[in-house]
């Protein structure tokens, strides 16, 4: 079983239903978010300053799923957000995010 960091942030909200918790100590416990934030921070590294939806188009990942992981990499000090410019996916303005080098990812 994986244990929390010192910088883990709860992946649901007080505020949210017990099925979000359950679903959240699920995805711990299963190693699966582990392994998400490995995947998505191995695809940042390939494409740094890329938008969460140009990372997926790219990875071929759930956007979702990669829009979810990068705050997490950002609070264990392995990403960061840079600049907001339009998205080639979405054509929306977006965040882009960058690999934070060096670290222990």
Do not use: I
């Not at 244990?3 to 992946?11: G, H, K, S």
């Not at 998400?36 to 921070?41: A, E």
């Not at 990403?79 to 060096?102: E, H, I, Q």
């Amino acid at each position: 079983m994986n244990q929390p960091t010192l910088f883990d942030r709860p992946l649901a909200r007080a505020s949210d239903p017990s099925t979000s918790h359950e679903a959240a100590a699920d995805l711990v416990a299963s190693g699966t978010w582990g392994k998400q934030k490995r995947q998505v921070y191995a695809v940042l590294c390939l494409y740094p300053g890329r938008t969460s939806a140009e990372l997926a188009e790219v990875a071929g990942l759930d956007r979702y799923m990669l829009a979810r992981r990068l705050p997490d990499l950002e609070d264990e000090r392995l990403a960061t957000k840079g600049s907001k410019r339009r998205c080639d996916a979405t054509g929306r303005k977006a965040v882009t995010w960058w690999p934070v080098l060096g670290s222990n990812g």
